[in-house]
């Protein structure tokens, strides 16, 4: 009897971490965090790949060093975190600002 309460006191302080970390997840801020609202584009240019559109009002674009596969889709929708190379070295694609990608999440 002893071993079947503390299973389901374990089974439940798990169910509930669980579902306590998911709600902290979805409050995040992510101006607050420092990311920016950006958009994943296809750029069809030659030698370009994929290139990110920031949402500011010149629709800035910048170049990632890397970027995850799960983010590579056309218009995908993210939240990122960047800092911009201090020498910006001549690319075959030249459309963007060379970046180096911190961090990135989906956004909805």
């Not at 459309?95 to 911190?102: P, Q």
């Amino acid at each position: 009897m002893f071993r079947i309460i503390t299973l389901f006191t374990i089974i439940f302080s798990l169910i509930t971490f669980k579902v306590n970390a998911q709600e902290k997840q979805k409050k995040i801020n992510y101006e607050k965090e420092g990311y920016v609202k950006a958009v994943v584009i296809h750029y069809k240019v030659e030698a370009c790949g994929y290139l990110i559109e920031l949402a500011d009002k010149a629709k800035t674009k910048i170049a990632p060093d890397k970027l995850a596969d799960e983010f590579k889709k056309d218009k995908e929708k993210v939240w990122i975190k960047y800092t911009l190379a201090k020498k910006q070295p001549m690319s075959t694609c030249m459309a963007g600002k060379l970046a180096e990608i911190v961090d990135v999440k989906k956004r909805k």
